[in-house]
């Protein structure tokens, strides 16, 4: 080929045949945050094809779930969004607790709310961390947002002995009560979250490329988020206030004052600031969270050493930090779920990849995947 | 203090069969939502009623959950979401003996796809239309189906090569 950019552009311009080309990404590859894979059909930059590949990371979740006790199933949905885990484990919680028909004392239902927000406040951070080296700075974002995920995992660990996947709630409240200092412990993370948050707003939403390479990137309209079974940050991105804490509450989330940050036009930089916005919101909700929780106890007395469930059936919905996790249980008498079933948001998510992302650019793809906010556990269970 | 989410309307049955008065279907309650069980021949018209219809729209199809029910053959449940209205609800479909088919919903819902790719593979139900019917998560050459009831729970599996049959025959 010519040296010359007017002999290029006129071989260009000429009715040479080109061949697509294909680019295998993943599954072992950083920017598909985990082992998810794409086969990316080329035409030159521009993305004409792109096939999702998952399963990588299926572990049988429902399989074993049905396999064994309604307790010794919560270990394997810890696992399911391995970074949010405590949301996790409140969803499967709270369905076998209705199906069950056992109540929960308040204390722990404002202790789980506690570690729920601050899961999602974990999980967006790693968002905004991975994205902002998916957009390219590098790893400044990334070690930004380690400080602060960092300093929740110490408190999750102070809590209930272990990081990322607690196993703290029980059928029936939580395992053990607060350590005394808390509270105090609690605010200070607050605080150093607000900073992080503060760092991170003026690291990646004051940065003028990054904003450029993110505003105006494949923008959903609110018909399409739907028909294609987009909840979460990705629907309120487009404009949708929908927020199940809000459409269809449970735990105690009625009795506490929060907004549902939402974007315009759902763009990839709307989905970043959807998220950005939602933590804190997170915050404040923890902030009255310490303010209205009661003493007493934290585990509903009386509960059976053995749970035995008679007929029944339910789809718990949840707002889980990618969208709505959802948890499907029908029980047939015996210690055993007969059916146990895992609506994932990021598997919903996902499952738009391919509109999402032909027509764009190479490079442009791999921050598009980014903006969805898959987690490979949710999506494979 | 109870976790008891405030979660739908006990009279969106009746509500449905006002609104779409030639669509048999029994309807009962689940601890959250009502649900409506409808034979496989009406499951088309039911759906295409509750999506189109002004008073009901439901328009998201939050998910789609299969059963094997053992002697009972193969179930479908559809859980459905209207952003108008703000109510909920789930449907159940009975897949006919012994074919296991059932339409595919991907025309009227594109988040269907992946939701009946993974029901296809994990019981086997097999959803005619389907754009797309190839295994999800499961090796793409494998014609097991792990959430069958019959289908055991091991330690460890080889699994490469072996055929439980195909899709939608044995129940």
Not at chain 1, 17 to 25: H, L, P
Not at chain 1, 215 to 234: D, H
Not at chain 1, 317 to 336: D, H, I, R
């Amino acid at each position: 080929m010519s040296i010359w950019p007017e002999e290029r552009v006129a071989a260009a311009d000429s009715d040479l045949d080109t061949v697509d080309m294909t680019v295998n990404v993943g599954p072992q590859h950083p920017a598909t945050h985990g082992v998810f894979r794409m086969v990316l059909t080329v035409d030159g930059e521009l993305v004409v094809g792109c096939e999702p590949y998952i399963g990588y990371l299926h572990r049988g979740l429902e399989k074993l779930s049905e396999n064994a006790d309604y307790r010794q199933a919560m270990g394997w949905w810890d696992r399911t969004d391995y970074l949010a885990g405590m949301c996790c484990e409140g969803a499967y919680t709270m369905a076998v607790e209705r199906l069950a028909g056992i109540e929960v004392p308040e204390r722990a239902d404002y202790i789980r709310v506690i570690m729920m927000e601050l899961s999602r406040i974990n999980s967006h951070f790693m968002f905004l961390g991975a994205f902002g080296a998916d957009v390219g700075s590098f790893g400044t974002s990334f070690v930004y947002a380690w400080r602060e995920r960092e300093r929740i995992y110490d408190l999750f660990e102070e809590v209930a002995g272990d990081r990322m996947f607690p196993t703290y709630f029980r059928i029936g409240g939580v395992t053990m009560d607060l350590p005394d200092n808390f509270e105090s412990r609690c605010r200070w993370v607050l605080g150093s979250i607000k900073q992080g948050l503060e760092d991170m707003d003026g690291l990646l939403t004051g940065n003028e490329v990054f904003v450029e390479r993110c505003r105006g990137l494949t923008p959903v309209t609110p018909e399409q988020a739907i028909a294609w079974g987009f909840t979460g940050p990705m629907l309120r991105a487009t404009g949708v206030p929908w927020d199940i804490r809000k459409a269809e509450p449970y735990s105690v989330y009625p009795q506490i004052d929060f907004e549902i940050p939402v974007g315009v036009q759902g763009d990839v930089f709307d989905r970043f600031h959807v998220r950005l916005a939602e933590c804190y919101q997170s915050v404040r909700i923890i902030e009255q969270c310490l303010e209205q929780m009661p003493e007493g106890r934290v585990l509903a007395p009386k509960l059976p050493k053995t749970l035995r469930i008679n007929d029944g059936e339910l789809y718990m919905p949840t707002e889980g930090t990618k969208g709505e996790y959802g948890v499907y249980l029908m029980a047939q008498g015996g210690t055993n779920p007969y059916r146990a079933k895992l609506r994932s948001p990021s598997f919903c998510n996902l499952s738009a990849l391919t509109e999402l992302v032909v027509g764009s650019y190479v490079a442009d793809a791999i921050i598009i995947l980014g903006s969805l906010d898959i987690v490979l556990g949710e999506v494979d269970k | 203090m109870s976790s008891e989410p405030v979660i739908g309307e006990p009279e969106i049955a009746a509500l449905v069969r006002e609104r779409l008065p030639d669509i048999p279907f029994e309807a009962s309650e689940t601890k959250t939502y009502a649900d409506l069980r409808v034979a496989p021949e009406h499951f088309l018209a039911l759906v295409t009623g509750l999506r189109d219809d002004a008073e009901l729209s439901f328009d998201l199809l939050r998910n789609i959950v299969a059963l094997d029910m053992e002697e009972a053959g193969l179930e479908a449940k559809y859980q459905l979401y209207s952003f108008p209205h703000g109510h909920a609800l789930q449907i159940t479909v009975p897949a006919p003996i012994p074919s296991c088919e059932l339409p595919s919903l991907t025309g009227l819902y594109p988040a269907a796809n992946w939701h009946e790719r993974e029901a296809a593979e994990m019981v086997g139900l097999v959803f005619t239309g389907h754009p797309d019917p190839r295994n999800l998560l499961l090796e793409e050459d494998l014609r097991i189906h792990p959430l069958r009831k019959a289908h055991p729970l091991q330690k460890a599996e080889i699994l490469q090569g072996i055929e439980d049959g195909p899709p939608g025959v044995e129940v």
